[in-house]
């Protein structure tokens, strides 16, 4: 019996699908990567322990008084001035901008300075519409729901502000 190698064509057929599956799944390596303390915690909060209620103050190492929301695709320049912060100065904390509907910053500050910023990934808590006033560590407290299924399967999570749900009640 002769031993035959895969020939030339069929190596490449194989090459180019590994590379094609490596690159399709380089946009949610990088989502991932992007992903900073805060939203790790946050997943694992709500998608391994599968909580219904959040008190982020709860889930943050770091002193804080003032937590923001920015949504997908917000400017650098709508952070700078919802922040009130100098463009030079804002550009130096505020490095991150969100370029897809996936993701939205998440900026925390202590008595007026950013302590805290990164790019938040949707789908370990979806967050919209961001409010467009600041929340405290009191207020920060925020119910889940599930709302239907996200684009790679899953369910959808969402958080409201009890704040919110309260004042509408």
Not at 31 to 43: C, M, N, S
Not at 117 to 125: D, F, I, K, S, T
Request: glycine share 8%.
């Amino acid at each position: 019996m002769i031993a035959t190698t895969p020939g030339r064509s069929a190596m490449r057929a194989v090459f180019v699908i590994l590379l094609t599956l490596s690159l399709s799944a380089c946009d949610e390596v990088y989502r991932y990567v992007k992903t900073g303390d805060v939203g790790w915690a946050l997943k694992n909060a709500l998608r391994d322990k599968k909580s219904t209620r959040i008190e982020l103050a709860m889930l943050t190492t770091f002193q804080w008084d003032e937590f923001f929301l920015f949504g997908p695709y917000q400017p650098t320049d709508g952070v700078c001035r919802r922040l009130d912060l100098m463009s030079a100065a804002c550009k130096s904390v505020i490095t991150a901008e969100s370029v897809d509907d996936s993701e939205m910053l998440m900026v925390f500050r202590y008595q007026g300075k950013v302590v805290h910023a990164e790019m938040h990934n949707r789908w370990h808590g979806d967050f919209t519409p961001a409010s467009e006033k600041p929340f405290t560590p009191q207020t920060a407290i925020f119910s889940v729901t599930i709302e239907g299924e996200g684009a790679g399967g899953g369910d959808w999570l969402k958080l409201r502000a009890v704040r919110d749900i309260t004042s509408v009640q």
